[in-house]
């Protein structure tokens, strides 16, 4: 299956090189290009897509704008924001706006591709240094909101399988760790989603550290 990418950033530049390093894959190519949040907002209203690298500060509209429009939508596709700066309210603001992926700029061809790969497949990808800055944030910051019924709607193997998540491991990880088919992972995964009422793993994550079900270590 070939995944279908848009391409979102202000600077020309960047898209020619993101887009030389996509084109050179088997199995990825671009579809969208844009240079700002509202017109990659009509631009993905007219063709499907399967991932948007989306840049978090363009004129018009912004990436976390422009990332809550686009994943509001029906059959939406995975967003990755890209920045050259890793702020904390930046990847905050990213991923509550539904954003699967978060990477700086400077990250590698390789990883760039990575991400693409792993958020189709539904995993989540973020910078590691924001990874550890953002979850020690909402293990002190966490919502006010009573998150127990929630919870407690999960079963045992639902439970072992979000901490899992929220330690950032893959299905194919998981499955390794507990001793699971992945097949079997992914549905505990798709159960877990709709009882905590989150999106995504993503969303599953930062729901983990606000209840203080999980607490970075």
């Known amino acids: 299956?070939?995944?279908?990418?848009?391409?979102?950033?202000?600077?020309?530049?960047?898209?020619?090189?993101?887009?030389?390093?996509?084109?050179?894959?088997?199995?990825?190519?671009?579809?969208?290009?844009?240079?700002?949040?509202?017109e990659?907002?009509?631009?993905?209203?007219?063709?499907?897509?399967?991932?948007?690298?989306?840049d978090v500060q363009m004129p018009r509209m912004n990436g976390v704008e422009a990332t809550a429009s686009v994943t509001a939508r029906e059959n939406a596709p995975k967003v990755i924001l890209l920045t050259?700066?890793?702020?904390?309210?930046?990847?905050?603001?990213?991923?509550?706006?539904?954003?699967?992926?978060?990477?700086?700029?400077?990250?590698s061809a390789d990883e760039v591709l990575?991400?693409?790969?792993?958020?189709h497949a539904g995993d989540a990808v973020i910078a590691p240094s924001t990874t550890r800055r953002m979850?020690?944030?909402?293990?002190?910051?966490?919502?006010?909101?009573?998150?127990?019924?929630?919870?407690?709607?999960?079963?045992?193997r639902e439970r072992d399988v979000l901490l899992e998540i929220a330690r950032g491991h893959s299905n194919a990880e998981i499955a390794q760790?507990?001793?699971?088919?992945?097949?079997?992972?992914?549905?505990?995964?798709?159960?877990?989603l709709a009882k905590l009422e989150v999106r995504d793993r993503v969303q599953a994550v930062i729901f983990a550290y606000e209840s203080g079900l999980v607490r970075p270590s």
């Open 1 to 38: 299956m070939t995944i279908r990418v848009a391409l979102v950033d202000d600077q020309e530049l960047v898209r020619v090189g993101l887009a030389m390093v996509v084109d050179a894959t088997d199995d990825i190519r671009i579809v969208v290009q844009a240079a700002d949040g509202a």
């Open 40 to 54: 990659a907002v009509e631009r993905l209203a007219e063709t499907q897509v399967d991932v948007v690298l989306m």
């Open 84 to 107: 050259t700066f890793d702020l904390d309210e930046y990847a905050f603001a990213g991923l509550r706006a539904g954003a699967s992926g978060f990477l700086l700029k400077d990250a």
């Open 114 to 119: 990575h991400a693409i790969r792993a958020v």
């Open 135 to 156: 979850l020690e944030h909402l293990a002190t910051a966490r919502a006010a909101r009573d998150a127990s019924p929630l919870v407690e709607r999960l079963t045992a």
């Open 177 to 192: 760790r507990l001793f699971l088919s992945e097949a079997t992972v992914k549905t505990h995964v798709g159960h877990l």
